[in-house]
Each structure stands twice: as C-alpha cells, then as structure tokens.
C-alpha cells in the first residue's frame, strides 16, 4: 500500500467539487454549478473503481450484518487504495453515483468520510505510515450501524427517542465489531467509538472532552458532519455549500478541534481562490483573497472594488461559477 507524500496541496475547487458531487447523493452540493467533465481513461478508471468500492462497502455492511465478521482483507486490498486513489485528488469523475438510489447513502457516505478524512489527514501532514490507518477508520467509522435496522437508518422524518437512543448505539456496536477483528488496532476501534464525541463535551456516546477523544476520531468527525450536512438523506434535504462551510466555522470552538477544522476550512477556500462565485446579493465577481481571520468570508474583487465578506455580513457567496 502506497501513498504519494508529494501530492499533498490543497485540491483545486472543481476536483472537490467533482470528489464530493461522485460520492454524494442527488448531485447535492447544489450551489456548486456542474462542469463539463473532461473524461479520460484515467478518470474512467477511477470512475469504476469508486463505482465498485460503493458497491463491495455495500456487499460488506451485509456481510458484516449477517455475521458479525469483518472481511479485513477484502476492505484492505480493495477498497481502501480506492479511497487513497480518490484522495489522490484525480479530478472529474463525477456524474458517477446521481443514478443510484437513497439507500445507498449509507455506503456512499463511508467512502465519502473515507476520501475526506485522508484528505485532511494529509493536510494535517499525517505520517505516511499512519496515513493507511486514518483512511480504514474513516471507511469504518459507522460499521456499527449493520446492527441497527434499516427502516430505522432510513426513516424520513424526526426518530423516536429510542429509536435515536438505538441509532446512537452504532459507536459502541461498531467498537465491538472492530475490537474482536485481529488485525484491527486500537486506533480504528476508537473512531468507531468516538466520532461523534465532541470537544465541548456534548456528544455521544459518553460525552468525553476534547482531552479523552483521539485524534483521528476527531477528524472524521469533521469529514463526517460536512459530509453528511452536505448530502441529501433521508431525513433532510442537503445543505448549500457555503452555509455547511459558515456553520461548521460557527462551531469552531466547540464542536471541533480547532486546528483540524481550520486546516479543513483553509485548505477547502484556499481551493476556490481565482473562482468566479455569484453573491448572495445577485452580483458576480471573484475570489481574490481569504481573510486571514475568518477563512469562510473572503475578500471578493466585484468590477473594480473589493467587497470583504468580513465586513458585510449580510452578503454570502451563493454559488461557484467558474
Ligand atoms: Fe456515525
């Protein structure tokens, strides 16, 4: 298993754009507009790819759910170089995944987790040794949801408190999963117990502080909520881009772990520096500059002035154009 330490900066905004609209559901990072994509035989390799590993996460969530077994080998020669490959940062395989159905989310979104959450770890410089890791307990970060019924996973609508109570319980029964799997550390066990803990304290399942969290918990949970914010489930419609980036910015101190979401931020918006955007007050300019103190509220160049976003609150960026 190798992993290319030299192609660490940031992605360009139409490979994440491309990235996520692949690995989520109903083409929902809406206010991020479709682009042409340039298909090529690599892009077509890594399209299939990415098309079967949704596909063998789904075969193994069954096999798991059936037998409480995890096929270790299969995951590692098989979907995981997927994942790497993806966040390898190859561009424009989207249009890939808009034709599959809902219940497909749950699977979508474990590689989706997975491609983000080694994204960051590179951002993050991550070792090459523990970057493997990283990407395995991302892909199996909600493996414990094979023990909660799909009708309940799936539901449209608000959950009963025990059906939420039984839903929470996916952190424990993954942790059990992954710890009798030999060959699985203790590293991965814990982001399966621990991704949804929050810094603050409010999370679950025991509300730990930041301190007693582990560190790869902590970034896919960051990969975690802006993939699901930015997804259509069954329960919620997706949310714009630009509102997923203003509210997990909101919970900088709080939710997440300061550094990792902020490197997450900066590297997502330093992406989209040079991009033509539409503003939320109907005009068109340019990205010409993050804003040291707030990365999410750039400065925009609209004709010939400079509108910072830090100073006009009122005004968002309501779509990417170019
Ligand atoms: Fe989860």
């Known amino acids: 298993m190798s992993i290319d330490n030299n192609n660490l900066k940031p992605l360009k905004s139409n490979e994440l754009d491309d990235i996520l609209k692949?690995?989520?559901?109903?083409?929902?990072?809406?206010?991020?507009?479709?682009?042409?994509?340039?298909?090529?035989?690599?892009?077509?390799?890594?399209?299939?790819?990415?098309?079967?590993?949704?596909?063998?996460?789904?075969?193994?969530?069954?096999?798991?759910?059936?037998?409480?077994?995890i096929p270790l080998a299969e995951i590692k020669n098989n979907v995981i170089p997927t994942i790497q490959h993806a966040a390898d940062a190859i561009p424009n395989f989207s249009h890939l995944f808009q034709e599959l159905e809902m219940d497909d989310y749950t699977y979508r979104h474990n590689i989706g987790v997975g491609v983000i959450a080694t994204l960051i770890g590179k951002w993050l410089n991550v070792s090459?040794?523990?970057?493997?890791?990283?990407?395995?307990?991302?892909?199996?970060?909600d493996i414990g949801?094979?023990?909660?019924?799909?009708?309940?996973?799936?539901?449209?609508?608000?959950?009963?408190?025990?059906?939420?109570?039984?839903?929470?319980?996916?952190?424990?029964?993954?942790?059990?999963?992954?710890?009798?799997?030999?060959?699985?550390?203790?590293?991965?066990?814990?982001v399966a117990l621990q991704h949804h803990e929050r810094e603050d304290g409010r999370g679950y399942p025991f509300g730990l502080k930041s301190d007693k969290i582990s560190y790869f918990s902590k970034i896919v949970a960051v990969a975690d909520v802006f993939h699901a914010m930015s997804s259509d489930?069954?329960?919620?419609?997706?949310?714009?881009?630009?509102?997923?980036?203003?509210?997990?910015?909101?919970d900088v101190f709080g939710s997440f772990e300061p550094t990792i979401l902020l490197t997450f931020l900066r590297s997502v918006m330093q992406s989209?520096?040079?991009?033509?955007?539409?503003?939320t007050n109907g005009k068109i300019g340019k990205i010409v500059m993050l804003n040291q103190f707030n990365v999410t509220m750039p400065l925009i160049l609209v004709g010939s002035d400079i509108v910072d976003?830090?100073?006009?609150?009122?005004?968002?960026?309501?779509?990417?154009?170019?």
Do not use: W
């Open 145 to 190: 949801k094979t023990k909660i019924p799909l009708e309940i996973l799936n539901k449209p609508g608000k959950l009963t408190s025990s059906e939420y109570a039984l839903v929470k319980k996916h952190t424990i029964f993954g942790y059990e999963l992954l710890s009798k799997t030999e060959g699985i550390g203790i590293e991965t066990c814990l």
């Open 309 to 322: 976003l830090s100073r006009n609150r009122e005004i968002h960026i309501e779509k990417i154009l170019s």
């Open 128 to 141: 090459k040794d523990d970057l493997p890791t990283l990407t395995l307990a991302a892909t199996l970060h």
């Open 233 to 250: 489930r069954a329960y919620h419609d997706s949310t714009p881009f630009y509102k997923v980036i203003k509210q997990m910015n909101e």
């Open 22 to 69: 692949s690995l989520q559901t109903n083409d929902s990072v809406k206010s991020i507009e479709a682009k042409e994509p340039e298909k090529n035989y690599k892009e077509k390799e890594v399209s299939g790819k990415i098309e079967d590993a949704v596909k063998q996460v789904e075969d193994i969530f069954n096999f798991v759910s059936a037998t409480e077994k």
């Open 272 to 279: 989209l520096v040079g991009e033509k955007v539409k503003l």
